[in-house]
């Protein structure tokens, strides 16, 4: 027996190997090697000196304003993709016909095929002094300025992330017992009230995994706020692109990374203390 257990764990092993090997030399060295770089020094002609000092990490606040923008603008670009994503998960997971459902899917991931960089470039063309602006003024309204503004950021965001919303709604809705919710429309139920009361609790899990998701993506975005944002709305994405390819400061680049990445961490720690939190208070009123 012990012999079995031995060889089922090595060849459990062997099988996690690959994707272990894979973590540590492409997820766990590199953090090692930006946290080391972190407390350096920048050299005379940039880049990383050896030294242990805390000063770039006491010089965190010099950024304030790209950590203002970053924890501002992620969660409200993934409200903004909730807003719009749910009500079109709804719509496909409970109303569209099953046999459709897969065509509407495929619609949905198509932008995916398109590289973010080409999708942002029509935004500008679409944005800029030829786009709509042009047309606005051409029916009267006046001149507007839409490119470099919070609201065109706002757009972008929206228009490149909202795939990676809908889908776990979707998944989430899809899995709904729609026995219950015929069940509380025969109870006299209104619909609103079944929708609150039943159909939202339920899709809850899927909702906290997209926001999370493109919440954290959002973190070290740094696309769309250079391109729609005209760099004036910067995110810590900006700051990082600015620090290693730029000024070439790496500690201090390294010490924004290792503080981006302890609150991603303390976002999905957050998302998944909340998730089973509501999972098990769901479960205990079923029971």
């Given at each position: 027996m012990a012999k079995q257990n031995s060889k089922k764990s090595l060849v459990t092993g062997l099988l996690l190997a690959p994707a272990a090997i894979w973590l540590v030399a492409f997820l766990v060295l590199p953090f090692i090697a930006i946290l080391v770089f972190s407390v350096g020094e920048r050299g005379p002609a940039g880049g990383y000196t050896a030294a242990f000092t805390l000063d770039q990490y006491l010089n965190l606040p010099a950024r304030a304003k790209a950590y203002w923008n970053t924890l501002i603008m992620a969660?409200?670009?993934?409200?903004?993709?909730?807003?719009v994503a749910y009500p079109f998960a709804y719509y496909l997971a409970i109303k569209v016909q099953e046999k459709r459902r897969m065509l509407l899917l495929a619609l949905v991931v198509v932008p995916f095929w398109t590289s973010l960089l080409m999708r942002t470039y029509a935004w500008m063309y679409i944005l800029g002094?030829?786009?709509?602006?042009?047309?606005?003024?051409?029916?009267?309204?006046?001149?507007?300025?839409?490119?470099?503004?919070?609201?065109?950021?706002?757009?972008?965001?929206v228009y490149?992330?909202?795939?990676?919303?809908?889908?776990?709604?979707?998944?989430?809705?899809?899995?709904?017992d729609t026995r219950l919710l015929e069940a509380s429309a025969d109870l006299g139920?209104?619909?609103?009230?079944t929708f609150f009361d039943v159909t939202l609790p339920l899709s809850l899990p899927g909702v906290f995994a997209g926001f999370s998701v493109v919440t954290i993506l959002l973190?070290?975005?740094?696309?769309?706020?250079?391109?729609?944002g005209g760099g004036k709305v910067f995110f810590l994405g900006n700051a990082l692109v600015d620090l290693f390819l730029q000024s070439r400061n790496w500690p201090?680049?390294?010490?924004?990374?290792?503080s981006l990445v302890a609150l991603v961490v303390l976002i999905m720690m957050a998302t998944s203390a909340l998730t089973n939190r509501l999972s098990g208070a769901r479960q205990s009123e079923l029971v």
């Amino acid at each position: 027996m012990a012999k079995q257990n031995s060889k089922k764990s090595l060849v459990t092993g062997l099988l996690l190997a690959p994707a272990a090997i894979w973590l540590v030399a492409f997820l766990v060295l590199p953090f090692i090697a930006i946290l080391v770089f972190s407390v350096g020094e920048r050299g005379p002609a940039g880049g990383y000196t050896a030294a242990f000092t805390l000063d770039q990490y006491l010089n965190l606040p010099a950024r304030a304003k790209a950590y203002w923008n970053t924890l501002i603008m992620a969660p409200v670009g993934a409200l903004a993709c909730l807003a719009v994503a749910y009500p079109f998960a709804y719509y496909l997971a409970i109303k569209v016909q099953e046999k459709r459902r897969m065509l509407l899917l495929a619609l949905v991931v198509v932008p995916f095929w398109t590289s973010l960089l080409m999708r942002t470039y029509a935004w500008m063309y679409i944005l800029g002094g030829r786009g709509l602006p042009a047309l606005i003024e051409w029916l009267g309204f006046g001149d507007h300025i839409l490119l470099n503004t919070p609201g065109t950021v706002l757009l972008g965001i929206v228009y490149g992330y909202l795939p990676l919303m809908i889908l776990p709604i979707y998944v989430g809705l899809e899995k709904l017992d729609t026995r219950l919710l015929e069940a509380s429309a025969d109870l006299g139920a209104r619909p609103v009230s079944t929708f609150f009361d039943v159909t939202l609790p339920l899709s809850l899990p899927g909702v906290f995994a997209g926001f999370s998701v493109v919440t954290i993506l959002l973190m070290g975005e740094f696309l769309i706020p250079a391109l729609l944002g005209g760099g004036k709305v910067f995110f810590l994405g900006n700051a990082l692109v600015d620090l290693f390819l730029q000024s070439r400061n790496w500690p201090y680049g390294s010490a924004i990374a290792v503080s981006l990445v302890a609150l991603v961490v303390l976002i999905m720690m957050a998302t998944s203390a909340l998730t089973n939190r509501l999972s098990g208070a769901r479960q205990s009123e079923l029971v």
